[in-house]
């Protein structure tokens, strides 16, 4: 399976709820697109992104937030998708290496 087929790209609004995105054997990495939100909203769910951050890292997944600001450094935050899918192929890299 190649970085596409593998990633889930999504969406955060003020009304949605990252606990219904699921991990699986097919579905290992996730690319939270928080472009459009402002950053109340993304301090007020960065507890839930970095818990969910923790259970992906855990099933050898990656998680990467696509946000023009910064708001904790805990999460890896890239200002791009392209730096989005370029940091989990670097992830999975590493990994195949056991870095």
């Known amino acids: 399976m ?3 087929e593998t ?7 003020e009304d949605n709820n ?3 995105l699921k991990i699986t054997s097919e579905i290992q990495h996730f690319i939270a697109d928080l472009r ?5 909203v993304a301090e007020s769910t960065k507890e839930k992104f970095i818990k969910f ?4 890292s855990k099933t050898n997944g ?6 023009e600001f910064s708001f904790d450094e805990n999460l890896t935050i890239v200002p791009t998708l392209q730096e ?3 940091f989990i192929e670097m992830e999975e890299i590493e990994r195949q290496l056991e870095l």
């Open 53 to 56: 951050g923790e259970n992906i």
């Open 62 to 67: 990656s998680f990467v937030i696509v946000c």
């Open 84 to 86: 989005a899918y370029d």
């Open 18 to 20: 990252i606990s219904d």
């Open 2 to 4: 190649n970085l596409q």
């Open 7 to 13: 990633t889930l790209v999504f969406n955060l609004g």
């Open 36 to 40: 459009s939100i402002d950053k109340g």
